[in-house]
C-alpha cells in the first residue's frame, strides 16, 4: 500500500509525494516549490550524498591500476612497458564505453536500485585485483582481462548524473552536479594517495599488494548498505530516447565531444599515467618513505584537477564559456611545451609543478567546456524560433551533456597510447608531448573559429 510522505493541510494535494515498496516515490516534480520545501529538498540531498559516495568509489576501482602498474615490477611481475600501458588505458576505455548504457540505467531500473547493482559490480574488479597481484606467474592477459573489468567504476559517473539530474530543480542543478561530479573525480586522487601507503605500511620492505584491491571492500559495501537504505527511486524519471536522437544529429554535439576530449580526456589520461611517467624519468622520486609506508605525489595531479573543474564552470560564467576554454588550452599549450623543454634538467620538482600546472588547466577546461553545452543549445533554439522541430533544445542539450561525457571519457585511452607508440617508436615520450601540443592548438582554433565569431546558426551570440 502506498505511504504519504508530504501531507500537510498547507501542501496543495498536488504537491503530495507517495512511496511504494522498494523505496519508489510517485508523484516527483522537484520544479513544485511546494513540494520542494516541503520534502523535495531533503530528499534530494540525502540521495546527492550517497550518489557522490558511490561514485566517489567506483573513480577509485576505475583508477586503480594506474598506480598498482607500477608496484608489479617490485613484487616480482615480469611485465614491460608496453604492456603497462595497455593495463593504465584499457580500464578507461571499457568506462568510457559503459557510460553509455549506464546512462539510461537509472530510468529503466531506478536511481536506487542501479546504484546498489553498480556499486555490487564493484566488489569484483576490487576482489580480483587483491588476488591475482598476489601471484607474479599470472600471464598478461589475465592481468589485462581483470583491468578491464575496473571500467565499471568508469560507467558509474554516467549513472550517478543521470539519476542527480531527476531529483534536482533546474536552478539547482548545477550545484547539485558540480558537486557529484567533482567528488567523483577525487576518487582517482585519493586511490594513487592511499594504494601505495597501504600496501607498503607495516610490510618491512615488501609489498601487500592485495591490500590495493582488499582495502576499498569494506567501503563498498557501506556504499551498497547506504544506497539500500537511504536512496530512492523516482517513478517519473523516463529517458529521452528521442532527445538523444535529436542531439546526436545536431553538430555541435559532436564538435564539444572533441573538445572534452581534450580536456577531461587529458585529465583522466594524464591521471592514470602520472605514476609512470614519475616513475619512468624519476624514479629515485617515484615513492617517497615515511617509516614504513610509502607515499607517491603522483596523486596531486589528479586532486589539482578535479579541485579546479568547479572554478572552470565559474569562470566560464563570468567571461563566457569559450574564451575560458581557449584559455585553458593556451595553459595547457604552455605547460606540455615547458615540459618537454625542461626534461634536460633532470629537476622532479620542476617536472612536478609544470604538470600540475596542466592538470589544473585541464580541470579549469572541464568545468568551462561543460557550461559551453547548455549555452550552445540554448543558443541554436533562438536561433530556430519559429521552426517547427519535435525535441526541444533543452531536452538535446540534456541528451547531449550525457553523451559528451561518454566521448570525452575516451581520451583516457588516448593519451597512454599516444605515449606508449612515442616510447616504443623513439624510446622517448618527446613526441607525443608535440602531438599533444598540436591538438590543444586545433582544439583552440576550433573553438574560437566556432564559438567566438557570430553566426546566425547561434543566433549570432558568442558562446
Excluded at 593504465?88 to 531506478?110: D, E, K, M, N, W
Excluded at 566488489?123 to 607474479?136: C, D, K, R, S
Excluded at 572533441?258 to 591521471?271: D, E, N, P, R
Excluded at 600540475?356 to 547548455?374: D, E, H, K, S, W
Aim: overall charge positive; glycine content about 10%; proline content about 4%.
Amino acid at each position: 500500500m502506498a505511504s504519504t510522505v508530504s501531507t500537510t493541510s498547507t501542501t496543495p494535494a498536488s504537491t503530495a509525494l507517495t512511496t511504494r515498496p522498494g523505496r519508489w516515490i510517485d508523484g516527483w516534480n522537484a520544479e513544485d516549490p511546494a513540494q520542494w520545501a516541503a520534502d523535495g529538498r531533503r530528499i534530494a540531498k540525502r540521495n546527492l550524498g550517497w550518489s557522490i559516495f558511490a561514485e566517489f568509489l567506483g573513480f577509485v576501482v576505475w583508477q586503480l591500476w594506474s598506480i598498482v602498474v607500477v608496484m608489479l615490477p617490485d613484487a616480482g611481475f615480469a611485465i614491460s612497458a608496453s604492456e603497462q600501458f595497455w593495463l593504465i588505458s584499457v580500464p578507461t576505455l571499457v568506462g568510457a564505453t559503459l557510460r553509455f548504457p549506464y546512462t539510461f540505467a537509472v530510468a529503466r531500473f531506478g536511481g536506487r536500485n542501479w546504484t546498489i547493482v553498480s556499486a555490487c559490480l564493484l566488489l569484483v574488479p576490487a576482489i580480483l585485483l587483491g588476488i591475482v597481484v598476489q601471484h607474479p606467474e599470472a600471464t598478461f592477459w589475465l592481468l589485462l582481462v581483470i583491468a578491464a573489468l575496473s571500467g565499471v567504476g568508469g560507467g558509474n559517473f554516467a549513472s550517478s548524473m543521470a539519476n542527480i539530474t531527476y531529483f534536482f530543480p533546474q536552478k539547482e542543478k548545477g550545484w547539485a552536479l558540480g558537486l557529484n561530479a567533482a567528488g567523483g573525480n577525487l576518487g582517482a586522487a585519493v586511490a594513487q594517495l592511499l594504494v601505495p601507503i597501504v600496501v607498503t605500511l607495516g610490510a618491512a620492505g615488501t609489498l601487500n599488494l592485495g591490500l590495493a584491491g582488499f582495502v576499498w571492500i569494506p567501503l563498498i559495501v557501506v556504499a551498497i548498505v547506504g544506497a539500500w537504505m537511504a536512496m530512492d527511486n523516482i517513478s517519473t524519471a523516463r529517458s529521452d530516447f528521442a532527445g538523444v536522437a535529436a542531439a546526436l544529429r545536431e553538430p555541435h554535439l559532436w564538435i564539444m565531444a572533441v573538445l572534452y576530449i581534450g580536456t577531461f580526456g587529458s585529465f583522466i589520461g594524464f591521471a592514470g599515467v602520472f605514476p609512470k611517467l614519475i616513475r619512468d624519468q624519476f624514479p629515485d622520486f617515484s615513492e617517497f618513505h615515511i617509516g614504513t609506508a610509502a607515499l607517491s605525489l603522483a596523486f596531486l595531479g589528479a586532486l589539482v584537477g578535479s579541485l579546479a573543474r568547479p572554478y572552470g564552470g565559474r569562470l566560464a560564467d563570468r567571461i563566457g564559456g569559450a574564451r575560458m576554454t581557449i584559455v585553458s588550452f593556451a595553459v595547457m599549450i604552455a605547460a606540455t611545451i615547458a615540459v618537454v623543454a625542461t626534461l634536460p634538467l633532470g629537476s622532479f620538482w620542476l617536472f612536478l609543478g609544470l604538470f600540475l600546472v596542466l592538470f589544473c588547466a585541464t580541470g579549469i577546461g572541464n568545468g568551462a567546456t561543460y557550461r559551453m553545452i547548455p549555452s550552445i543549445f540554448a543558443a541554436r533554439g533562438a536561433a530556430k524560433a519559429g521552426e517547427e522541430h519535435g525535441v526541444s533544445t533543452q531536452r538535446q542539450a540534456a541528451a547531449a551533456t550525457g553523451i559528451i561525457a561518454a566521448i570525452g571519457a575516451y581520451g583516457g585511452f588516448l593519451i597512454p597510447q599516444v605515449l606508449n607508440a612515442s616510447q616504443s617508436a623513439t624510446g622517448a615520450y618527446t613526441a607525443a608531448f608535440w602531438a599533444f601540443v598540436a591538438l590543444y592548438a586545433g582544439m583552440a582554433v576550433l573553438t574560437a573559429v566556432v564559438y567566438l565569431v557570430p553566426r546566425a546558426s547561434l543566433d549570432r551570440r558568442i558562446v
